[in-house]
Every structure is written in structure tokens, then in C-alpha cells.
């Protein structure tokens, strides 16, 4: 939480803003969640301990936290975007089908990463992995389509 609170501050008076008691109040709350939520899901679970928080205010600091590099927006389907802290990185498998996300690990592809990044002489300072298919149970379903 102190890394992450350093971390907006020091985006917020780098780019002149204050830090307030709703930020404060929200990034708290968000940085308890694990896993993807919805504005709005963080929106419910804001207002239950500070009330007097809207909607927009929830939705404009997910921006700002965004911007700030402590959170990550993705939109995996239908137009619905997620946010997670990017306290810890992952990668992703997406389904098609149901929209399960697994959040996954693996050493070998940050390597290689790198490697391909140094190739192009590159210098990366963060990315994105996701992969996108059908996962087990819509494949036994035959909702699966397309190529393998």
C-alpha cells in the first residue's frame, strides 16, 4: 500500500493535482480487491464505507490511476472494461466463449520477451499478454468455433 500511495503522489504533484481524502479513500478499497473488477464494482464497494463518493469520482480516479501506472484497464469482451492493481504482473487466457479469465505466470515468455525486445533494441518498461480462445469446458460444450 505505501509503494502505491508514493506512487500517486508522486504522479499527482508531477503533474500538479492534490491528493484528496476521496483518492485516498478509493485507492484503498481498490487496492483490496484481487483479481478484475468493474468501475462500478469498485463504485458498490466504495460506497459502502464512504457514501458521499459518486460514481464519476470512482470512475475519474480509475483513470488517474491508470495514468499513474498503478492500475491496468483491459477490455476483454463486450465492451466491458476491468481494472486490476499492477502491483504483481500476469498474464492472461481469455475465453471467448464464457469469458473466464485465468491469470497465469510463466518465467519462459518474460524471457523471451526480453530477448526479442533486445534484438529490436528495445528497452521495455512494461506489456501485456493475453491469449485468446476457448477454455476446456466450452470446447466439451461445442460452443467452441473456428480454428484450433
Do not use: W
Not at 7 to 36: C, M, P, W
Not at 73 to 99: K, M, N
Amino acid at each position: 500500500m505505501e509503494q502505491a500511495r508514493a506512487r500517486l503522489n508522486d504522479y499527482l504533484a508531477l503533474h500538479g493535482l492534490k491528493q484528496t481524502r476521496q483518492r485516498e479513500a478509493i485507492l484503498e478499497v481498490f487496492l483490496s480487491q484481487s483479481g478484475h473488477i468493474t468501475s462500478e464494482a469498485l463504485y458498490d464497494k466504495v460506497r459502502s464505507d464512504h457514501p458521499d463518493i459518486g460514481a464519476a469520482t470512482v470512475y475519474r480516479t480509475l483513470k488517474l490511476f491508470v495514468d499513474a501506472g498503478l492500475a491496468n484497464a483491459s477490455t476483454f469482451r463486450e465492451g466491458i472494461t476491468v481494472y486490476e492493481h499492477e502491483l504483481t504482473h500476469h498474464d492472461h487466457l481469455i475465453c471467448v466463449g464464457c469469458a473466464e479469465i485465468i491469470e497465469f505466470e510463466c518465467e519462459a515468455i518474460e524471457e523471451l520477451q526480453l530477448e526479442i525486445a533486445r534484438q529490436h533494441g528495445y528497452r521495455l518498461t512494461r506489456h501485456r499478454h493475453h491469449l485468446f480462445g476457448y477454455c476446456p469446458a466450452c470446447v466439451s460444450s461445442g460452443r467452441a468455433r473456428g480454428r484450433s
